[in-house]
């Protein structure tokens, strides 16, 4: 039972109420000791604690804060209840609200003991924690796809957050898939002084004048705004979409606007070597992009060039009026230089025919070509003379190391040090040529995204930076074939439909504001950061997430919510500018055990992970590791001190962290960080970019994947939608105990999935699911579930589906049996048991107890 | 000749002064919005290599001239110099890295390195123009 001495109330006036101590004597004998009154409030229903330790009892209360079950008002501050003498009955399930406790808290600082709990995964994946707000800020309050908090709970200084131990930052996906209002108004309404956009969380002081929340400055509405046009009514801005939304879209004026909005151009630059013609992606890459020509985002001043470079740099001519697409070689690697001005980049719709000429050309053309050498340097070098004039998009395929004129790298890795355990060099680049050149890019609104296709060490360190820094994706697919490597083929196909059709924003800036107090110093993501808060993205998608770490410059004792604001301005494809606002609240507060109540242990992994790998590459990797297993430690520590005299032995951590050795450990088995495994360098550093520029739930799939069992799944507690019967499978623990011989399991990784079907599983299931007689007659690479009309595969297909469904790059899909390395691939992924390098996760628990008790 | 030793050391130390305040200068610009990261880092960059050949020259004055204290004085301060050029890694575009330069508080530690550094020529500064004094009143 939760026991709780003294209660401080923070900002609030109320004092303890001894009358309202219920009956005493049994009471004591419970608590341990008396307390100094306390308010109580009665849940609905009774809520039973573990028997907990009498040492919690000098835990000082949290404020207490509304329980989600309750409906009504709360205003996010103290309400003194004063109640009369409660029964013992109502007294036990009001333990639960003991102290001003809301359940919800109180559910997230139970103390949980690692080392005795076996079962720590809960059966289905935790929702984000809901900030303690009250419902009406909670309704309005921006999504947590979107915008997501290290602590639900902000500390009130900048020495309390660092007794939590815990980092504070802000994942961000700002351009993610949704649909959301858009203002239409004239005038964009903001503060005068730190320019915030008005948003739901401000105040309104009378009807004309509002304060921002961000700096406090009292600002006047004007008269436009008054008028609020949804219910056509006067003198209600707060009912106006701008103040009941937190994620809104603007349409921007030309004040915002340097230039007028620039079209959409498309630049494709083609590895036509021998290497990249063997590898045949380029018959892939015509298909798809004559799959998706109509569906290119853009309208009627699209534009699409191509470029194909081998040892020199060729050019085409697409004027409209010719024939047949004229190529133009320029062999002056060292100086290249545009052939012709007007035609190399032509508008789509005029051309179509002749662009469609190219692509059908485009594979025939190079087969018999005996060119090994790669000038990609200076084709980069040309892309970028092309696209100054307008900005926009270039797509860089390559296959292998560049070896020719400017920017060319030198093969640095060494396959005998793949699995060394000291230190991996080589992580960053080699030279500052991309860095440069993506930079200079950025300036000019062009953003580079890389597709690597090679087999070999293509020193992915340095050529990334052209991606990272000009706000471009990189997508690797190693080993790339399309005949001996279906699923990679495969793969390349799908990310291609979903590259090709997503939407994408140009000439984008991102600034992120929050309340007095706070600022930002570090940022994580592909973007350059040209100014203290303000993030240049020459373009936007929507599958890419970013990352900030805040610090508490200072106190924030006055205020009871802080506030953040992402805006983004971005030229969409049709050329209209428009300014996307996301604002998120969260509550402030002053004890450390609301902190650790309000930590968002995803989210921590996440920035964890950024600054690992941050670390990783300016100092070394063994230090990034052991920075990660000392954070745990820290915190866990921290918490322990927190709560004094809790039992010495067992690894004791609050319901909200239980899962924090869990993850710290799988990012640890991370190709990314991991040591003592071979792992090719190329391969590591791609899962570093993966880590640093993915959103949180697809790198939360990455670091820790979905197990489900599904050979045996049921209609029980299936949900139903749609008239499909969508089975619910739980969540597994990823360990080898759990998969057994006789069954079927699914482990969902995020990019990659994967069917391991036991050798004895049951004949049904082979034959309904996957369509083959028995396990023996299974082919050792199966990509896909065959669509059989029995029960089960439905069942298995709708389940699959349903994991897809909000789902942007689809997975590849493996059958594992006995191929090697689907096979370890798979068992590397659970990250509970032991390998020869690294802990199971047992071990590693005794680990961080041996730490914390040094 | 110390004379000369030593006004050429404080001409070398004026150099330092002047080069510092701007350093100063252009990053507070830069923490203020008046220019960019790119220009500031380039405009930064030109002037790496220029500081320490002075800061070497000085050291090796002083070296020369057999004034140990002021050597002493000197060396860590070329040392570091040193040590700040080598330890640029491969991919960065020189000691200020406009990439790296808003990240992990860079630019406050720089602004911080470019004061204490500021604080140190000043003191130089009179070191050298005491002891010029002395050196020109005892010729």
């Known amino acids: ?854 | 000749m110390e004379a000369a030793v030593f006004i050429s050391s404080l001409v070398d130390c004026c150099a330092l002064i002047f080069l510092s305040v701007y350093l100063i200068i252009t990053l507070s610009d830069l923490e203020c919005d008046y220019i960019n990261a790119r220009a500031c880092c380039s405009k930064l960059n030109k002037w790496v290599i220029p500081e320490m050949i002075a800061q070497a020259l000085a050291t090796v004055l002083m070296l020369v001239s057999m004034h140990w204290f002021v050597f002493l004085l000197n060396l860590p301060v070329a040392s570091w110099n040193v040590y700040r050029y080598v330890k640029v890694p491969m991919g960065n575009m020189g000691v200020y890295d406009p990439t790296e330069i808003h990240n992990r508080g860079q630019l406050k530690s720089h602004m911080k390195e470019a004061m204490i550094k500021l604080g140190f020529h000043l003191l130089c500064f009179f070191i050298y123009l005491y002891s010029m004094i002395l050196a020109l009143i005892n010729d």
């Open chain 1, 1 to 854: 039972m939760r026991t709780v001495l003294n209660h401080t109330c923070g900002d609030s006036s109320s004092t303890t109420t001894d009358s309202a101590s219920p009956v005493p004597n049994s009471y004591e004998s419970l608590e341990g000791g008396g307390y100094s009154g306390t308010s109580l409030r009665s849940p609905p229903f009774g809520y039973n604690y573990p028997t907990m330790h009498p040492a919690y009892q000098q835990n000082p209360a949290p404020k207490p804060n509304p329980s989600p079950s309750h409906g009504g008002y709360n205003p996010p501050g103290y309400q003194p209840y004063s109640q009369p003498f409660p029964s013992l009955s109502e007294l036990s399930s009001a333990l639960g609200g003991l102290g001003g406790v809301s359940e919800l808290e109180a559910e997230t600082l139970r103390p949980v003991n690692l080392l005795q709990e076996r079962n720590i995964l809960p059966p289905k994946r935790a929702p984000p924690p809901e900030p303690n707000l009250s419902n009406d800020l909670r309704k309005v309050n921006c999504s947590p796809d979107t915008f997501r908090c290290t602590l639900t709970n902000i500390p009130q200084t900048q020495a309390l957050l660092n007794k939590a131990r815990l980092p504070l930052g802000l994942l961000l996906h700002p351009f993610r898939d949704l649909t959301l209002p858009v203002i239409t108004s004239n005038t964009i309404v903001r503060c005068r002084s730190c320019r915030t956009y008005i948003n739901p969380f401000v105040s309104f002081l009378d009807q004309r004048r509002w304060k921002c929340n961000l700096c406090y400055r009292v600002n006047d509405v004007p008269d436009e705004f008054m008028y609020n046009p949804v219910t056509r009514s006067y003198g209600e801005p707060h009912k106006r979409p701008e103040v009941q939304n937190s994620t809104v879209e603007f349409i921007a004026s030309s004040d915002y606007m340097l230039r007028p909005p620039q079209p959409a151009v498309y630049l494709f630059l083609l590895d036509v070597s021998h290497n990249a013609v063997e590898s045949g992606y380029l018959n892939v890459f015509c298909q798809s992009l004559l799959d998706n020509l109509e569906k290119l985002p853009g309208d009627t001043r699209t534009h699409i060039g191509f470029v194909t470079f081998d040892s020199t740099v060729h050019f085409y001519n697409l004027q409209e009026g010719l024939s047949q697409p004229q190529m133009l070689v320029v062999s002056d690697i060292d100086d290249v230089f545009i052939p012709t001005h007007d035609s190399l980049l032509v508008n789509l719709k005029e051309s179509k025919e002749l662009v469609k000429d190219l692509l059908n050309a485009l594979p025939g053309m190079f087969t018999h070509t005996r060119e090994t050498q790669s000038a990609l340097g200076p084709a980069l070098q040309a892309a970028y003379k092309l696209m100054s004039p307008t900005g926009g998009r270039v797509t860089v395929f390559q296959t292998q190391l560049p070896t020719l004129g400017a920017g060319l790298l030198q093969s640095r890795e060494d396959p005998n040090l793949r699995s060394s355990t000291k230190n991996v060099l080589h992580l960053g680049p080699a030279t500052d040529f991309y860095k440069k050149l993506a930079l200079d890019c950025s300036g000019q609104q062009i953003g580079v995204d890389l597709f690597l296709l090679s087999s070999q060490y293509s020193d992915l360190a340095s050529l990334a930076c052209v991606s990272k820094y000009s706000a471009g994706s990189v997508f690797y697919y190693p080993s790339f074939h399309h005949i001996h490597n279906t699923a990679q083929k495969q793969k390349f196909q799908k990310d291609l439909q979903r590259y090709l059709t997503r939407k994408i924003g140009f000439e984008a800036v991102m600034r992120i504001r929050c309340t007095k107090g706070l600022s930002i110093h570090t940022f994580h993501g592909n973007f350059f950061v040209r100014s203290t808060d303000l993030l240049s993205l020459a373009n936007v998608n929507p599958d890419s997430g970013f990352a900030v770490q805040m610090s508490i410059e200072e106190s924030l004792a006055d205020t009871s919510l802080a506030c953040f604001q992402a805006a983004l301005l971005y030229t969409s494809s049709k050329g209209k500018r428009r300014i996307r606002v996301h604002t998120l609240c969260l509550p402030v507060v002053s004890q450390l055990s609301e902190v650790f109540a309000g930590a968002d242990i995803q989210a921590i992994s996440c920035l964890l992970a950024n600054m690992a790998i941050d670390r990783s590459i300016s100092s070394s990797l063994s230090d990034a590791r052991d920075a990660l297993v000392n954070a745990v430690v820290d915190c866990l520590t921290a918490y322990r001190a927190n709560g004094s005299n809790i039992q010495p032995s067992g690894l004791i951590a609050p319901a909200a962290l239980r899962l924090f050795p869990l993850y710290v450990l799988a990012l640890l088995k991370q190709k990314a960080l991991r040591t003592g495994t071979s792992t090719r360098l190329d391969e590591r550093v791609f899962s570093m970019c993966e880590l640093k520029s993915q959103p949180l739930q697809q790198i939360m799939r990455m670091v820790h994947p979905d197990l489900y069992r599904i050979d045996n799944m049921t209609e029980q507690a299936a949900l139903h939608l749609n008239d499909s019967v969508i089975p619910q499978p739980p969540l597994l623990q990823l360990t080898a105990e759990k998969l057994t011989r006789e069954g079927a399991f699914l482990l969902d990784c995020g990019s990659v999935m994967y069917l391991w079907v036991g050798k004895c599983c049951n004949e049904t299931f082979i034959r309904d699911v996957l369509g083959f007689q028995n396990y023996a007659s299974l082919p050792s690479n199966m990509t896909e579930i065959p669509e059989l009309q029995t029960t089960y595969s439905e069942r298995t297909r709708a389940f699959i589906s349903w994991l897809l469904e909000s789902r942007t790059f689809l997975p590849a899909f493996h059958v594992v049996k006995d191929d090697a390395s689907t096979k370890t691939s798979f068992f590397q992924h659970l990250v509970e048991d032991r390998t020869e390098s690294a802990f199971s996760y047992y071990e590693f628990l005794l680990h961080i107890q041996q730490q914390m008790s040094k």
